[in-house]
Each structure stands twice: as C-alpha cells, then as structure tokens.
C-alpha cells in the first residue's frame, strides 16, 4: 500500500491562540484538510508539518485545555 502526502500548499494555516504574541514560540495548523490536521512551528513554515489524525489533535487540544 503506497501512502501520499496531502498538497499542504493550500492549506488555510491558522496560529494557535495559545502562542505568544511576540513571534516566537508559534504553533500553526491547519483544519480544512479532510482525514487530517497538519501542525507546524510558524519560525519554519516551509518545514515538516506534523500530520495528527482528527481525533488525536482533539486530544492534544483538550489535554492543553485541561493544564492551561
């Protein structure tokens, strides 16, 4: 089974609320790719992305919101 990697060129990035305001320590994502939620560090956009399944990103957002 050959695996592909979704076009992420068109992605609508949007920066996490939790990131601070001061252009450093960045956390961006995507959610209008279908099946995944890509996530990448804003400092490197042209950089690896992160692929997290739907459910996983809500975990990672909701253990966030539970220590936050």
């Known amino acids: 089974m050959r695996s592909t990697r979704p076009d992420l060129n068109s992605a609508a990035?949007?920066?996490?609320?939790?990131?601070?305001?001061?252009?450093?320590d960045c956390l961006e994502f995507a959610d209008d790719i279908p099946?995944?939620?890509?996530?990448?560090?804003?400092?490197?956009?042209?950089?690896p992305a992160l692929l997290l399944s739907p459910a996983a990103w809500a975990a990672f957002i909701g253990g966030i919101r539970r220590t936050g």
């Open 35 to 47: 099946g995944i939620v890509p996530v990448r560090d804003s400092k490197n956009p042209t950089g």
């Open 13 to 24: 990035w949007r920066k996490s609320t939790y990131s601070d305001g001061g252009g450093g």
